[in-house]
Nanobody, 123 residues
Framework: QVQLVESGGGSVQAGGSLRLSCLAS?????MGWFRQAPGDEREGVAA???????DYAESVKGRFTVSRDNAKNTLLLEMNSLKPEDGGLYSC????????????????????WGQGTQVTVSS
């Protein structure tokens, strides 16, 4: 079974930037980044399919950029102009059963999840 390992989280002041990485141990179709703050439901942040089509949550459009390197089985998330409300546990997710057409922010379409990396944004 494919495993996902995230890295790159940390603490940053509002307006700052972070870059998250997710390394997959095998082949993946769709991939995405999700975040969850204490007491909140998990929400989709950014997603990308194998052909590079992307989708973003409205709250991060223009600030976050998702990309992937299929040869290296790596998913990236560049986060700029961070806000305190961007904080939370960021988890990488992958779909390995088959390809879903297009990028998707729906958690139920992913079957593999990483442990997550914490992002804290102070005001």
């Amino acid at each position: 079974q494919v495993q996902l390992v995230e890295s790159g989280g940390g603490s940053v002041q509002a307006g700052g930037s972070l870059r998250l990485s997710c390394l997959a141990s095998g082949y993946t179709y769709n991939m995405g980044w999700f975040r969850q703050a204490p007491g909140d439901e998990r929400e989709g942040v950014a997603a990308i399919d194998r052909d590079g089509r992307t989708d973003y949550a409205e709250s991060v459009k223009g600030r976050f950029t998702v990309s992937r390197d299929n040869a290296k089985n790596t998913l990236l998330l560049e986060m700029n102009s961070l806000k305190p409300e961007d904080g939370g546990l960021y988890s990488c997710a992958a779909r390995t059963i088959n390809s879903y057409r297009g990028a998707t922010l729906a958690p139920f379409r992913y079957n593999i999840w990483g442990q997550g990396t914490q992002v804290t944004v102070s005001s």
